[in-house]
């Protein structure tokens, strides 16, 4: 038996002995080509994320950020949920998962059935106004931004992480920015950008679902951001076992009771057929 089969049977019997939470982060989705930061195809990547202090204050910045979501909305929006995805939904489905906290903004986990989602971060599907908090869907604000903007029909460019696209600069001056339908304020993607904090409301879901669990399952993630490494600290401080399953190093190793390294298409599909011989 080669040590990746050992360690997926030391993973199928970890996850025998009680609930599991899993902990998502953009490695799951990479197999739907979705890039991620930091898996093994970003290493040559330079990108520095907006944030959120950029996106309010600065009126060049968010015409930036919606040129390229315009075109990366459209490469994202076709995306459909890869082997993996579907693997952590039977887990649950199948009664060996109590939740899933994913890092990821794409919907990809849901469409693949999983039930009891909590998007840390959350979710491209929706935008929200910065004045008066009303909320639109992200398709009928395509639709706007489109009919804005006619001279972006057609335009394609190389995808990159979070529904964004990589745009020559000469694309985003002209851009006209559409405003919200209620008040005339800022809109901004229903998403947690870098410098703001996941909703108090949210995290304490998370916090709960980790409380409810007997084990932590971190699937496609470097565990970088502390916002998902804190979960594995808080795993290991409660005296629940961490198992990781991911292609590259991760920040969370030293903590992991079982370790799978390699593609999330082969090793989850392949748990979940350990479970159920």
Known sequence: MSESNTELHDLAA????????VLSGAGISTESGIPDYRGPASATRVRTPITYQEFVRDE????????????????MNDRQPNAGHYAVAALERDGYLN?????????LHQAAGSVTVIELHGSLEAVRCLTCGSREARVSLQARLDAANLEFAGRVAERAPDGDADVPEEWVAGLEIVACLVCGGVLKPD?????????????????????????????????????????????????????IVNQGPTRGDDDAAVRVE???GDHLPGLVALLSS
């Not at 970890?14 to 939470?21: D, I, S």
């Not at 939740?99 to 919907?107: E, F, L, R, S």
């Not at 703001?196 to 470097?222: D, I, Y």
């Open 60 to 75: 060049a910045a968010r015409r930036r950020y919606w040129a390229r979501s315009m075109v990366g909305w459209r490469l």
């Open 262 to 264: 390699g593609r999330l």
């Open 99 to 107: 939740g899933v906290v994913t890092q990821n903004v794409d919907g």
């Open 14 to 21: 970890l996850l025998r002995t009680g609930a599991t939470l």
């Open 191 to 243: 998403v947690v950008f870098f410098g703001e904090n996941v909703p108090k409301p949210r995290l304490e879901r998370a916090w709960s679902l980790l409380a409810a669990a007997h084990n932590l399952l971190v699937v496609g993630s470097s565990l970088t951001v502390m916002s998902g490494y804190r979960f594995v600290r808080a795993a290991v401080a409660d005296g629940k076992p961490v198992a």
